[in-house]
């Protein structure tokens, strides 16, 4: 009988390593290596407080001419984030998410806003009031 669940458990444990997982299928590329070669560039800075644990956080936001990487390369605007079609707006937005911070002085935690990326995102408009991203 343990000669048995030995066995089980061997076939059990190679079917389960031969598995792939999640973090297999999909590519990883590090941010240096994408930085400002999507529709919706980044730049990055760092918030740096003494006062603060952690004293450094990486802020990545979005670029301020959206289209400037495009209009470099000479991609057609309609083919980049900022623009309209057919009763869409697609322009870049900051994603955001927060982060627990602790200010030593104070001796007290608090959640921070911190910006972590941009991406391009779709808002269906519905009137001619509105008007397309510049």
Same mark, same amino acid.
């Given at each position: *009988? %343990? @000669?048995? *669940?030995?066995i089980v458990f061997v076939i059990?444990? &190679?079917? %389960?390593? %031969? *598995?792939?997982? /999640? #973090?297999?299928?999909?590519p990883r590329l590090d941010v240096n290596d994408v930085l400002n070669r999507t529709v919706c560039p980044i730049? =990055?800075? =760092?918030?740096?407080?003494? #006062? /603060? &644990?952690?004293?450094? =956080? @990486? &802020?990545?936001?979005c670029a301020e001419n959206s289209n400037q990487w495009c209009a470099q390369r000479n991609v057609p605007p309609n083919e980049c984030c900022q623009h309209r079609h057919d009763g869409v707006i697609m322009k870049c937005v900051e994603i955001q998410d927060l982060v627990q911070v602790f200010y @030593?002085?104070? @001796?007290?935690s608090q959640s921070m806003r911190v910006s972590v990326g941009c991406m391009? *995102?779709?808002q269906e408009v519905d009137g001619v009031g509105d008007s397309a991203p510049s």
């Open positions: *009988m %343990a @000669k048995e *669940m030995w059990v444990f &190679v079917s %389960a390593t %031969a *598995m792939p997982t /999640r #973090d297999e299928e999909r730049t =990055i800075r =760092i918030d740096e407080d003494e #006062d /603060r &644990v952690p004293r450094r =956080i @990486k &802020v990545m936001e @030593k002085t104070r @001796k007290e391009c *995102m779709m």
